[in-house]
Nanobody, 122 residues
Framework: QVQLVESGGGLVQAGGSLRLSCAASGRPFSSYPMGWFRQAPGKEREFVAAVSKSGGSTNYADSVKGRFTISRDNAQNTGYLQMNSLKPEDTAVYYC???????????????WGQGTQVTVSS
């Protein structure tokens, strides 16, 4: 079992930055890749970024590449999503997730946090 708790969301102006955190418990944090997803009102949940077990490999959605950075601290059982140059279209509830890789592609397992709201004003 994996329990995930997100924090760090809030209201920020366009061009600003936020850092999301994902505190993990249960199964050893270093035993699974983790990812971030987001869901905007009226839209489906979409992939944002993922990081391998060690933190040495990362994947990003094209929409956030170059602006967002995913990382993890296995000693602290915490994952992070640094979001810079935020745009109004980044407004969504952000969820962290435990998952796995198949042929270099990240897939979500059925472990999700409760989400944290990010709102970017124009």
């Amino acid at each position: 079992q994996v329990q995930l708790v997100e924090s760090g969301g809030g209201l920020v102006q366009a061009g600003g930055s936020l850092r999301l955190s994902c505190a993990a418990s249960g199964r050893p944090f270093s035993s699974y890749p983790m990812g971030w997803f987001r869901q905007a009102p009226g839209k489906e949940r979409e992939f944002v970024a993922a990081v391998s077990k060690s933190g040495g490999s990362t994947n990003y959605a094209d929409s956030v590449k170059g602006r967002f950075t995913i990382s993890r601290d296995n000693a602290q059982n915490t994952g992070y999503l640094q979001m810079n140059s935020l745009k109004p279209e980044d407004t969504a509830v952000y969820y962290c997730n435990a998952g796995f890789y198949v042929n270099g592609n990240y897939y979500s397992d059925n472990y999700w946090g409760q989400g944290t709201q990010v709102t970017v004003s124009s």
